[in-house]
């Protein structure tokens, strides 16, 4: 049996001290104490094998491994993470765009529905003409850019619009009104273009086929 100090055991198994303290302490090694000094006691030139000594290091490098593999799977996981929130965010501002163009046009058709209202033609036209000529793109705006604001008067053109009046009957009409722009007081003439005021007044008899 050969003797040997912690220092000596620690250099011959190629390890620290510590873990000469350790297996001592688990009794993987015998020690002896001889005038106050601690012992490591070997049987052989290469207990390794006997000792455990081999068995540990395997293990550390298997837990080394196994930790470096974690490591790279936690890499995935997070970058997969990040790829999955930063899809969700941009689902989250595509849909918001989505919902706010369906407001904006909404609220532009329902504007166009209520200056229809606001000229009161009502009383000369069919309810349902009037909102679903609202509501007709295009039509609404030609509408719009043709009413005077304030005083009810808008164009003969929309007048005619709002009336729908045929295009063979337009022009036989228009020259009526064109005939008594300057004679009849139901009659506006602005920047030379024919006003009409339909809440004010009744043009039934310029109407008539």
């Given at each position: ?11 011959h ?62 890499d995935v ?25 369906i ?13 229809v ?42 007048f ?50």
């Amino acid at each position: 049996m050969k003797k040997l100090t912690i220092a000596a055991a620690a250099e011959h198994f190629g390890v620290s001290k510590e873990a000469i303290h350790n297996r001592i302490r688990r009794g993987s090694l015998n020690c002896v104490v001889e005038e106050g000094v601690k012992y490591v006691a070997i049987a052989t030139a290469k207990p390794t094998q006997n000792l455990g000594i081999g068995p540990d290091i395997r293990y550390t490098q298997y837990i080394e491994q196994e930790n470096e593999r974690l490591r790279g799977r936690v890499d995935v996981l997070e970058n997969e993470t990040s790829r999955l929130r930063d899809q969700r965010e941009q689902m989250l501002i595509d849909e918001r765009i989505k919902v706010e163009q369906i407001y904006k046009e909404r609220d532009a058709q329902l504007r166009s529905v209520l200056h229809v209202v606001a000229t009161k033609f009502l009383s000369h036209v069919n309810p349902d003409a009037v909102m679903q000529e609202g509501m007709e793109k295009g039509k609404m705006d030609a509408i719009n850019a043709d009413v005077v604001e304030n005083d009810h008067w808008i164009s003969l053109k929309a007048f005619l619009k709002l009336k729908r009046i045929k295009d063979k009957e337009k022009k036989k009409i228009k020259n009526r009104f064109e005939s008594l722009r300057s004679r009849d007081a139901r009659i506006s003439v602005r920047d030379g273009k024919i006003y009409l005021s339909p809440s004010a007044f009744d043009y039934s008899d310029l109407l008539a086929p």
